[in-house]
T-cell receptor
């Protein structure tokens, strides 16, 4: 069955370190997204991609970057981790042109920056 | 400006009763889609229901229905015959045609179902 996989599930890091969160989907979806979830804010969009070599900034993109070298993967990099980036991170994908273009989510990565 | 507003941080409902979770949205785009997702305590995000802005009928999926009032810009989720397993966080979300394929979310409502 097709799926979307995030790794690691949990990560503890120190401030200032570079961290990369992986996202791999086998749906063959063109659209991929990274969100962070914080209490009281719901899910906020960090970066998104509509296809290979395409990346776009979301509403909370400062301190994060992504790259899309193939259809399946959209890794999220925290250039220099900050305590404010402690959060749960969700990767999602969607199929362009589907009737509702609902999001398919990964299981999330709990990141703690100490 | 907040595009999706969920004014109920938490709600309680008695098992087997119906409950309405409120959602209002803000857009000037005539073409948009509205979604509800459920997040149980296990953390995964589960798609529940979708309503397109041009859909004439309110969407229904089993015990879930979306009360779509376009003029009032509201898209409330109605859960009929609540079950203990409905206890979860519920997110309202919107995708605007002019926004491409990105979906934006409200802050969520935590629903507690009492036995």
């Amino acid at each position: 069955d097709a799926e979307i996989t995030q790794s690691p599930r949990h990560k503890i890091t120190e401030t200032g370190r570079q961290v990369t969160l992986a996202c791999h989907q086998t749906w063959n979806h063109n659209n991929m997204f990274w969100y962070r979830q914080d209490l009281g804010h719901g899910l906020r969009l960090i970066h998104y991609s509509y296809g290979v070599q395409d990346t776009n900034k979301g509403e909370v993109s400062d301190g994060y970057s992504v790259s899309r070298s193939n259809t399946e993967d959209l890794p999220l990099t925290l250039e220099s981790a900050a305590s404010s980036q402690t959060s749960v991170y969700f990767c999602a994908s969607s199929e362009s042109g589907s009737p509702n273009e609902k999001l398919f989510f990964g299981s999330g990565t709990q990141l703690s920056v100490l | 400006a907040q595009k999706i507003t969920q004014t109920q941080p938490g709600m309680f409902v008695q098992e087997k009763e119906a409950v309405t979770l409120d959602c209002t949205y803000d857009t000037s785009d005539p073409s948009y889609g509205l979604f509800w997702y459920k997040q149980p305590s296990s953390g995964e995000m589960i798609f529940l229901i979708y309503q397109g802005s041009y859909d004439q009928q309110n969407a229904t999926e089993g015990r879930y229905s979306l009360n779509f009032q376009k003029a009032r810009k509201s898209a409330n989720l109605v859960i009929s015959a609540s079950q203990l397993g409905d206890s979860a966080m519920y997110f309202c979300a919107m995708r605007e045609e002019t926004g491409g394929f990105k979906t934006i979310f409200g802050a969520g409502t935590r629903l507690f179902v009492k036995a």
